[in-house]
């Protein structure tokens, strides 16, 4: 190509033709190579999503699961006592005042019912004790009266 021979000319455009011919043949491949690997790792991204989501799912329902066992022993520890608290209550409305109130010992709401019904049956058995001291009382007066209203009539 120095001497600016036409043929050598030649020769180096059909040699740079191949050489152009075999970059775009190795950019070909490379380009089929990088879509097979994105599509390689796609798959494998979507794979491990889905492995995620089955993971997620699995851990969703063992909470939700134990959610509900809470929730169930939760309400069992309320209801237990108020049940029994509403036992007592109906032996107090029936007038046995001897019945052991449950929950005294309890330091919840419960407790707290139980504490203040407590003081009210307390304050009615009091209540009940004078009432019955008053009628005692009055008893007492009348037989006392009608013996006196006896002995004058007597007379």
């Known amino acids: 190509?120095?001497?600016?021979?036409?043929?050598?000319?030649?020769?180096?455009?059909?040699?740079?033709e191949r050489s152009f011919a075999e970059i775009e043949q190795l950019t070909d491949?490379?380009?089929?190579?990088?879509?097979?690997?994105?599509?390689?790792?796609?798959?494998?991204?979507?794979m491990k999503l889905e492995q995620q989501q089955l993971m997620l799912t699995g851990v969703l329902l063992v909470v939700a699961f134990l959610g509900v066992v809470v929730s169930f022993l939760i309400g069992?520890?309320?209801?237990?006592?108020?049940v029994a608290m509403s036992k007592a209550m109906h032996?107090?409305?029936v007038g046995n005042f001897d019945v052991q109130l449950p929950g005294l010992d309890r330091r919840d709401e419960?407790?707290?019912?139980?504490?203040?019904?407590?003081?009210?049956?307390?304050g009615i058995r009091d209540a009940l004790s004078e009432v019955r001291g008053s009628a005692d009382?009055?008893?007492?007066a009348s037989q006392s009266r009608r013996r006196s209203s006896s002995a004058i009539d007597a007379r």
């Open 29 to 46: 491949d490379l380009i089929m190579h990088s879509s097979e690997s994105k599509d390689r790792e796609i798959a494998r991204a979507g």
């Open 137 to 140: 009382s009055l008893a007492s």
């Open 76 to 82: 069992r520890n309320i209801s237990r006592p108020v």
């Open 110 to 122: 419960v407790g707290q019912m139980a504490k203040a019904l407590n003081e009210a049956v307390g």
């Open 1 to 16: 190509m120095a001497d600016g021979d036409a043929g050598s000319a030649m020769m180096f455009i059909k040699g740079a």
């Open 91 to 93: 032996q107090l409305a």
